[in-house]
C-alpha cells in the first residue's frame, strides 16, 4: 500500500537550516506532483511548496520563498525540501502529500488535490 515517512524535523534555532524528507513507497512515485504542508497548533493546515511529478515544475507559498526549497529524486523515491533562514512562525508539523491523480498538475496549494499523506514531522524554530 501507499506509504508516505518524513523525516528530518528537530528543534533549530532563528536563523538556522533543517533539511525534511518524505520516503514514498508503494506506487509510482515518479508520475506524481507531491506537496509539503505544515499545521500549527489551532491553525488550518497549510500549503508550503509543491513539485511537479518530473521536478521541473516549483511552487511555493509567499510566506517561505526565497527561504525553502523543495527537490525530488525520482531514484530514491524522495522528496525534500531544504529550509532557510528559519523563523519561530515556521513552527509547525510538517506533512508530504502525494497528488490524487498522475501527471496532474493541480493548484498545488489546496489539500482536497491530494490523497496520501504522512504522518508528519515536527519542526520547532525557537527564538
Known amino acids: 500500500q501507499v506509504q508516505l515517512v518524513e523525516s528530518g524535523g528537530g528543534l533549530v534555532q532563528v536563523g538556522g537550516s533543517l533539511r525534511l524528507a518524505c520516503a514514498a513507497s508503494g506506487y509510482t512515485f515518479s508520475s506524481y506532483a507531491m506537496g509539503w504542508f505544515r499545521q500549527a497548533p489551532g491553525k488550518e493546515r497549510e500549503f508550503v511548496a509543491g513539485i511537479s511529478w518530473s521536478g521541473g515544475a516549483t511552487y511555493y507559498a509567499d510566506s517561505v520563498k526565497g527561504r525553502f526549497t523543495i527537490s525530488r529524486d525520482n531514484a530514491k523515491n524522495t522528496v525534500y525540501v531544504q529550509m532557510n533562514s528559519l523563523k519561530p512562525e515556521d513552527t509547525a508539523v510538517y506533512y508530504c502529500?502525494?497528488?490524487?491523480?498522475?501527471?496532474?498538475?493541480?493548484?498545488?496549494?489546496?489539500?482536497?488535490?491530494?490523497?496520501?499523506w504522512g504522518q508528519g514531522t515536527q519542526v520547532t524554530v525557537s527564538s
Open positions: 502529500a502525494t497528488m490524487k491523480l498522475s501527471f496532474y498538475a493541480g493548484t498545488y496549494t489546496d489539500t482536497r488535490e491530494y490523497n496520501y
